[in-house]
């Protein structure tokens, strides 16, 4: 089984979508590691705030098929394709990591870049596997974060709840 690491995000009908993503996910791993729910403006054009969180989970589908099932999730989630690489989304799900793995892998870029780059998926990563390493940097991801510039972005936990439970309290 492989250790994956993926990032959701949404600024379209956000609860709604997160939600609906953390079930279908759910069917897919089985049990999830999920972190806080995180808000914050968008990144790289105008648009209404994401909500953002990252998820762990153990699979035995290759790079491929998991890519694949992370399409079909978003699709059902009405993510248009073909738009502007920064836009609004209905559902984002990007893997993260998957085991060490690093290069371009079945057309997936592994690690993902935004990792070290931005602040709503380095923090929610760091939150659910602080100890695990970047596979190329080797730090790990709590090391990552607390040397993170937390002035290059602005994002902050808010209430969410899945299933009936309190996965992430407000700040």
């Given at each position: 089984m492989a250790q994956v690491y993926l990032s959701l995000g949404s600024n379209i009908n956000r609860y709604q979508h997160v939600t609906a993503?953390?079930?279908?996910?759910?069917?897919?791993?089985?049990?999830?590691?999920?972190?806080?729910?995180?808000?914050?403006?968008?990144v790289g054009f105008k648009g209404n705030p994401f909500l953002n969180l990252a998820v762990g989970?153990?699979?035995?589908?290759?790079?491929?098929?998991?890519?694949t099932v992370l399409k079909k999730i978003e699709d059902s989630n009405g993510r248009v394709r073909g738009g502007p690489k920064f836009a609004a989304r209905t559902l984002d799900i990007d893997i993260l990591t998957y085991d060490e793995?690093?290069?371009?892998?079945?057309?997936?870029?592994?690690?993902?870049?935004?990792?070290?780059?931005?602040?709503?998926?380095?923090?929610?990563?760091?939150?659910?596997?602080?100890?695990?390493?970047?596979?190329v940097t080797k730090e790990t991801y709590a090391s990552l974060w607390s040397a993170?510039?937390?002035?290059?972005?602005s994002l902050w936990p808010v209430e969410f709840f899945w299933q009936g439970r309190l996965i992430s309290p407000r700040s």
């Open positions: 993503g953390l079930d279908a996910l759910e069917l897919v791993f089985g049990a999830l590691k999920i972190s806080s729910v995180y808000e914050s403006e968008a989970g153990e699979t035995d589908l290759s790079i491929a098929a998991l890519s793995c690093v290069g371009v892998i079945s057309g997936v870029q592994l690690p993902r870049d935004e990792i070290v780059n931005n602040a709503f998926v380095l923090w929610p990563l760091a939150e659910i596997a602080p100890n695990a390493r970047h596979p993170y510039d937390k002035t290059r972005q």
